[in-house]
């Protein structure tokens, strides 16, 4: 039944480490999301496709990375994860400007 | 700047008290204003969409409303399984894609 479906939910990685988020969706949505979320405070947003185009917040670190390899899968790569990059990191789809729809999120735990 | 600000941040209830949250917001152009519910731990999850001063919408014991400034969730008679944060976020003209948050309002209903 669910339809943006986030892997792993929980996810320890060490300092530096790389890491690989993942997010895949049933809806057949164009436009796919990632948001980083900490603890009390709203989701920010890092970047979203719209359909195979790539668009990067300004003040995104280019620690973050993402690759679409087709409509249904999203991955968010964090190139040398930081203390400071522990945090629930959300995937969102939505049709054009409708209402976004949201996985259960990855929690990131950097040791 | 677009800016989102909900009131109050946390907010106690007893079960059947009726209460209101609000989201202040301040855009340019409003393309449509959204609610969500968010669980702990898990990703927000959709409401409302209002796009218009006057509009209101309902569902359950929730109803949204719009003005030119404001947003305003109200919950009558609430059950403990009301208890959740809920965000708020507009989705200004101009603003392609992207939606900016409120940090949200932490609900909680006790017996």
Redesign the interface.
Known sequence: DAM?I?NPRYQVTQFGKPVTLSCSQTLNHN?M?WYQQKS????K?LF?Y?DKDF?N?ADTPDNFQSRRPNTSFCFLDIRSPGLGDAAMY?C?T?E??Q???????T?LSIL | EDQVTQSPEALRLQEGESSSLNCSYTVSGLRGLFWYRQDPGKGPEFLFTLYSAGEEKEKERLKATLTKKESFLHITAPKPEDSATYLCAVHPTGGGNKLTFGTGTQLKVEL
């Open positions: 943006v986030q436009v999301y009390s405070q709203a989701p947003l979203h719209y668009n917040e959300l969102a939505s054009n400007r209402p976004q729809h949201f996985g259960d999120g929690r």
